[in-house]
């Protein structure tokens, strides 16, 4: 399985951060599979932010929730993160990753896209 992570490297503030992660080599619709999206800003550790299952349903992070939103194209096999209202400290490289059960860690991860978030 692969997966990778596109989007605009750069984004004004108040504006909403737009990610894309095609995934290849398995289907985001297979049971038990949760499609998650993870961020890093620079000298922090990991943050998750949300997932989409298998099934469509999402779960996300409570301190970014009234921000987030994800969402899934199943005929393209991509799974979307739009993060509105964006702010500096929302600069992070931002990764995809899968969760093959949702008891455990994740299994598959893309690269990460480094979002900058600057006027």
């Known amino acids: 399985v692969q997966l990778q992570e596109s989007g605009p490297e750069l984004v004004k503030p108040s504006q909403t951060l737009s990610l894309t992660c095609t995934v290849s080599?398995?289907?985001?619709?297979?049971?038990?599979?949760?499609w998650n999206w993870i961020r890093q800003s620079p000298g922090k550790g990991l943050e998750w932010i949300g997932y989409i299952a298998y099934s469509g349903n999402t779960y996300y992070s409570s301190s970014l929730k009234s921000r987030t939103r994800i969402s899934r194209d199943t005929i393209n096999n991509q799974v979307s993160l739009q993060l509105s209202s964006v702010v500096p400290e929302d600069t992070a490289v931002y990764y995809c990753?899968?969760?093959?059960?949702?008891?455990?860690?994740?299994?598959?991860w893309g690269k990460g896209t480094l979002v900058t978030v600057s006027s």
């Open positions: 990753a899968r969760q093959p059960e949702l008891v455990g860690g994740m299994d598959y």
């Open positions: 080599g398995g289907s985001i619709t297979a049971s038990s599979g949760y």
